[in-house]
């Protein structure tokens, strides 16, 4: 038992898949190695990943896999031997199918195990089956291998053909490969694939490598010897880690106010582009800096894969920091090279700026009319027109007229950057830019916030609108967006959702809930909903039954039980807001102990009102006949009035433990009085009564739903 090393040299593979080919190709292999009996369930699997290689290491490889005992079913015993127990035709037949040696028939019987099948006795064939070597199963774990992984796109290139015939053969992989090898401890394991054979020599650094070719001496001193010989740090995670140092490093050595904006998308795609880093440290002139910083930031990011420094207050500053693959003893040369590329960048990003500040918001707002939206829905220009009113509609909800007009405002201009050069330039931006112009047209901190916030949110976890003005017009436009797309049938399905509307949907949710707005969700839909006047039909019940989905999984996520989230929301709530004060209210109430009798009661008192039907909420004391009921009653008198004022002051919590009283009294009912008595009178009176305890005690959630 030796550890296993694979390694496909190839001409450099795209960034961005890269880091999730190397995972897959070496859990994949090992997973396959695993199957043939060759790599243990202890067999680690440790994925390297350069931009010119895939690799992978793996612990615990056997030169030749454990023989296996295989057991096989042949046919039952009456239909496998005759009345004298000899073999039967069909019988000999399967055993000579399996390879077993039928010369001698009598021997060949003896050699079968009877045993129970069912209600029949069967013939079962007991063989061993030979491991599979190294050299076979490698060859059959990495053909395997190959053909799954998550290759973005195929390429076909041409190799010559290895034999006495000249010609070419045609290859397929994601990028041409020009070197394979497999070594098991220090031993070539001669596996063949993409045209290659294997063998224990690799590629060093395309400048930098000491040696070429590398030859690797064994299996677990592939990654030093890379490191020594060919300069090249294998491991995609230290290579990373690597770079994250030497960026802190950089920026230290700047002084204590700068800081690296690095993200992961970046630091992945850049650990992807370079076999050994080194940052340098690079500058671009001081008058960009009057450019908005975001776009300075994305030009660099973005385009040329630069992380940008900022000092302590968050500002970008003309300084910024170089991944290079080059370790020159004079980085001059490198250094004036990014600084020369980056210039006609941030030079195109200031002319846009400066050419979009010439013209004001409101000038624009008729480009919108140019802009499609969705064929079914009309152009961005009419799309406006809809955010507006149902902005309107939202602020009047509230009962603010000024905050109507400013939520007005700030619909109208909300997407208005989409027609400058910038945001056509960075479609990124949108939003933000257009929170720069506004400011520059004087438009005032609330409605350019608002035009930067009306996506927000834009992520899980991102932050909401700052202001009430930014709030309306978030919501107006994402219920836009939910009212429309339902309306037109265009719904998400599966794991495609083009227009984002589970996204939304989270998006109305979380302002609902966290900006704690008194808006009942029928409400708004109802606002929404004539915006669109003939273009669609109303899908108000379908998009509730959505936005409640939304709602249960989010709950779910946020620890809440699936007993305590279906309780509140079976009730469908329409103020969303008071969800979590309902949800608390209900875990208050499960951990009293009058609770699951309650909830028992509740569900029995359920199904009896659902069998009986329409049932009037209304109790005459002068058919209280039993002494339980008269009790429950007078105990109801007690306590309704103290829980309904619990429940109309919003303490629900209060509300459900004032109602536990009730629980010996209900218990005592069900024990002394017949419901269903005989007398009508005295039947609907009793189901009067469980009915006007029915609503009472289910304002705050559905408690039949807690019964286990």
Request: aromatic share 6%; proline share 5%.
């Amino acid at each position: 038992m030796r550890n296993l090393l694979v390694e496909l040299f190839v001409e450099e593979l795209p960034p961005k898949a890269l880091k999730k080919l190397g995972d897959v190709f070496a859990a994949q292999l090992c997973e396959q190695l695993r199957a043939q009996g060759l790599a243990s369930s202890d067999s680690v699997a440790t994925p390297f990943a350069s931009p010119r290689r895939l690799a992978a290491h793996i612990t615990h490889v056997v030169a030749k896999a454990a023989d296996k005992a295989v057991q096989q079913k042949l046919m039952p015993v009456s239909v496998g031997l005759d009345a004298q127990g000899l073999a039967t035709p069909a019988l000999l037949k399967k055993l000579q199918g399996l390879g077993a040696d039928v010369s001698d028939p009598a021997r060949a019987v003896a050699a079968l195990r009877k045993a129970p099948d069912g209600k029949a006795e069967a013939l079962f064939y007991d063989s061993q089956v030979d491991g599979a070597t190294l050299d076979e199963g490698l060859q059959q774990a990495l053909t395997q291998t190959l053909a799954q992984l998550p290759v973005p796109k195929m390429m076909s290139y041409q190799l010559e053909t290895d034999c006495e015939l000249p010609g070419w053969s045609s290859v397929h992989f994601v990028r041409p490969v020009h070197g394979l090898l497999a070594l098991h401890g220090d031993t070539v394991v001669p596996v063949k694939a993409l045209g290659l054979t294997a063998g224990n020599v690799t590629q060093g650094h395309r400048f930098e490598a000491l040696k070429s070719p590398v030859q690797v001496p064994d299996a677990d001193q592939y990654a030093q010897t890379l490191l020594r010989d060919g300069a090249v740090i294998a491991s995609f995670g230290d290579r990373r880690f690597a770079i994250v140092q030497q960026l802190a490093q950089a920026a230290e050595r700047l002084g204590p106010g700068f800081e690296v904006l690095m993200d992961d998308a970046l630091l992945d795609e850049v650990t992807a582009l370079v076999e050994r880093p080194n940052v340098l440290t690079c500058a671009f002139e001081q008058e960009f800096l009057e450019v908005p910083q975001e776009c300075l930031i994305l030009t660099m990011k973005a385009n040329q894969k630069y992380f940008p420094l900022v000092d302590t207050h968050g500002k970008l500053t003309n300084q910024f920091l170089v991944v290079s693959n080059i370790s020159p003893a004079d980085a001059s040369f490198v250094i004036g090279g990014n600084e020369r590329v980056v210039r006609p960048r941030l030079s195109d990003a200031k002319f846009f700026f400066d050419q979009d500040c010439k013209k004001t918001l409101e000038s624009r707002v008729a480009g919108l009319d140019k802009v499609v939206y969705h064929n079914k829905l009309g152009s961005q220009g009419e799309r406006v027109l809809r955010v507006r009113a149902i902005a309107t509609g939202i602020a009047h909800l509230l009962g603010d007229a000024a905050l109507a007009a400013q939520a007005d405002k700030a619909a109208q201009l909300a997407k208005t950057d989409l027609v400058t050069d910038m945001v056509g330039e960075f479609p990124e931006l949108q939003g933000i830019m257009g929170a720069y112009y506004a400011r520059h047209d004087g438009l005032g901190a609330d409605i350019a916030d608002a035009i930067e916030d009306h996506y927000k949110p834009r992520f899980a976890g991102d932050s909401l609108p700052r202001n009430p003005v930014g709030v309306v017009v978030a919501l107006a436009d994402k219920l836009e967006t939910l009212v429309g797309m339902f309306g037109i049938g265009n719904l998400p399905t599966g794991d495609k959702d083009p227009f984002a509307l589970r996204r939304h949907a989270l998006g109305v949710i979380r302002m609902l809930v966290e900006k704690d707005l008194p808006l009942d969700l029928s409400a708004l839909l109802a606002a929404a909903t004539p915006a669109f006047g003939h273009r669609i039909v109303d899908a108000s019940a379908a998009l509730t039954d959505f936005i409640f989905d939304r709602l249960a999984g989010t709950l779910r996520e946020q620890g809440y039980s699936a007993l305590e989230v279906d309780a509140v929301l079976a009730l469908r709530p329409q103020r969303l807001c008071d969800v979590p004060r309902r949800l608390a209210a209900v875990r208050a109430f499960t951990a009293l102990p009058e609770a699951p009798a309650l909830a028992a009661a509740n569900k029995r008192i359920s199904n009896i009102l659902k069998k009986a039907g329409e049932v009037d909420a209304h109790v005459s004391p002068l058919l209280l006949v039993e002494p339980a009921e008269t009790a429950l009653v007078a105990s109801m008198q007690a306590v309704l009035p103290q829980a309904q004022a619990q429940f109309e002051a919003h303490d629900y919590t209060a509300a459900l433990q004032i109602l536990a009283a009730l629980g010996t009294p209900v218990d005592a009912f069900f024990e002394g009085v017949m419901v269903n008595a005989e007398a009508i009178d005295l039947r609907l009176n009793r189901l009067g009564l469980l009915k006007t305890l029915h609503v009472a005690m289910n304002q705050v959630a559905d408690l039949s739903r807690l019964a286990a």
